[in-house]
């Protein structure tokens, strides 16, 4: 199970921080990728971590801005999102992938249920 959290409203500007609580997973090597989904639009990543060695990516346009990181104790894993902007309002998805980390949607076979992110003044 992923549950994400941390979602809501901010000004353009400012900063918010996702989480994402993992349960009931065993899998020795995995990763745990952010996606977002904007209205009409399509899913896209934003950032993943492999939790087995901390490696990470991003998406070209989110370098910078976002940063991504793991507390294993925890089974959690962040996503910092600085200077948002109103193009940035979307459904933030934390998806896991068996084997590893994978851009594509479809390469991520479990899935939380999303939390929203707006940023308007």
């Known amino acids: 199970q992923l549950v994400e959290s941390g979602g809501g409203w901010v000004q353009p500007g400012g900063s918010l921080r996702l989480s994402c609580a993992a349960s009931?997973?065993?899998?020795?090597?995995?990763?745990i990728g952010w996606f977002r989904q904007a209205p009409a639009k399509d899913r896209e990543s934003v950032s993943c971590i492999n939790v087995s060695d901390d490696s990470t990516t991003y998406a070209d346009s989110m370098k910078g801005r976002f940063t991504i990181s793991s507390d294993n104790a925890k089974n959690t894993v962040y996503l910092q999102m600085n200077n948002l902007k109103p193009e940035y309002s979307a459904a933030y998805f934390c998806a896991l992938g068996t084997d590893g980390c994978d851009d594509d949607p479809y390469g991520m076979p479990y899935w939380g249920k999303g939390t929203l992110v707006a940023v308007f003044s």
């Open positions: 009931g997973f065993t899998f020795d090597y995995y990763g």
